[in-house]
């Protein structure tokens, strides 16, 4: 398997299943496996890109391949399961690695966390600043709304509905890919903000990648989707041209708490009657 468009981990901040819980859909994903076990969300995006470096990435590299050609990490949001701070670590650790440093990316108020790692060397297990000196890790700040280039492909960044660790909007990004097409990655969200709708309208989407952490649940709070949260959405994007019946949909970052096994939400999506494809996500699957 080449190292693109791969979805390494579909799961919300405890995975599924969650180690400490015995719930219906725990205990169905320990006994059937396969697509119904969910690793931390993280997206490969090609051998130099990735979308966010969270928890499970260690576990993750070894199933679908090593981070030795890594440069580029668009991190959504602060909270631990998208960005892991020990992984910095880890490549500081590797004895033959690249002599380009790994590039982190950050949106808005999510880069003052990087000023918490250099003022507190025991969070990163040693010194961030001195990682930074020595060319292993490197670290940008981007803005909302303001095209950037990362491996020689346009990004922009869109302002999403869910709140960090530093009570940041995380970010919701739009990449063009090589192949011509446009790739959004909708990780945590909620529902959209009016802003973010309204700046999409000047924008097309090839493949859309959305969350749906409470999958079939009815309205459980904010901060997350869940199913028809998501369809809801998505026929206002459909209305606005932002995406069309030729648009790959795609579902991800799924919690084992007011959801479905893997099947029954993909058959829900399938029912749907929305006009583009459905695809509830698993570890591995390939675009």
């Known amino acids: 398997m080449n190292k693109e468009l791969i979805f390494y981990g579909t799961g919300a901040a405890e995975a599924i299943p969650n180690p400490f819980c015995q719930c219906f859909l725990c205990q169905n994903a320990r006994k059937k496996g396969g697509k119904d076990v969910r690793t931390r969300s993280m997206f490969r995006i090609n051998e130099q890109v990735l979308l966010d470096l969270g928890a499970d990435s260690l576990v993750q590299a070894m199933k679908y391949g090593d981070f030795i050609h890594l440069e580029h990490v668009l991190i959504t949001h602060t909270h631990e399961d998208h960005f892991a701070s020990m992984m910095m670590s880890v490549r500081k650790m590797a004895t033959h690695r690249m002599d380009r440093p790994l590039h982190y990316y950050l949106t808005?108020?999510?880069?003052?966390?990087?000023?918490?790692?250099?003022?507190?060397?025991?969070?990163?297990?040693?010194?961030?600043?001195?990682?930074?000196?020595?060319?292993?890790?490197?670290?940008?700040?981007?803005?909302?709304?303001?095209?950037?280039?990362?491996?020689?492909?346009?990004?922009?960044?869109?302002?999403?509905?869910?709140?960090?660790?530093?009570?940041?909007?995380?970010?919701?990004?739009?990449?063009?890919?090589?192949?011509?097409?446009?790739?959004?990655?909708?990780?945590?969200?909620?529902?959209?903000?009016?802003?973010?709708?309204?700046?999409l309208k000047d924008y097309h989407i090839d493949y859309y990648i959305s969350e749906c952490t409470y999958g079939n649940s009815v309205d459980p709070g904010p901060g997350h989707l869940y199913m028809s949260a998501c369809l809801e959405i998505f026929e206002r994007l459909l209305e606005q041209g932002t995406i069309d019946s030729a648009t790959k949909i795609y579902l991800t970052h799924i919690n084992h708490c007011h959801t479905a096994d893997h099947d029954t939400l993909q058959r829900i999506a399938d029912e749907s009657g929305f006009p583009a494809e459905i695809t509830v996500a698993y570890d591995g699957l390939q675009i």
Do not use: C, W
């Not at 918490?116 to 709304?145: A, C, W």
């Not at 922009?156 to 995380?170: Q, V």
């Open 108 to 199: 808005d108020k999510a880069y003052d966390l990087v000023a918490l790692y250099r003022d507190n060397p025991i969070i990163s297990k040693g010194s961030v600043g001195t990682m930074e000196e020595n060319g292993i890790i490197q670290f940008h700040k981007q803005e909302f709304g303001i095209p950037f280039y990362v491996a020689d492909m346009k990004v922009i960044a869109f302002r999403g509905n869910h709140l960090g660790n530093l009570n940041e909007n995380a970010a919701n990004y739009l990449i063009y890919l090589k192949n011509g097409k446009t790739l959004f990655y909708g990780l945590d969200t909620g529902y959209y903000l009016e802003e973010t709708f309204e700046e």
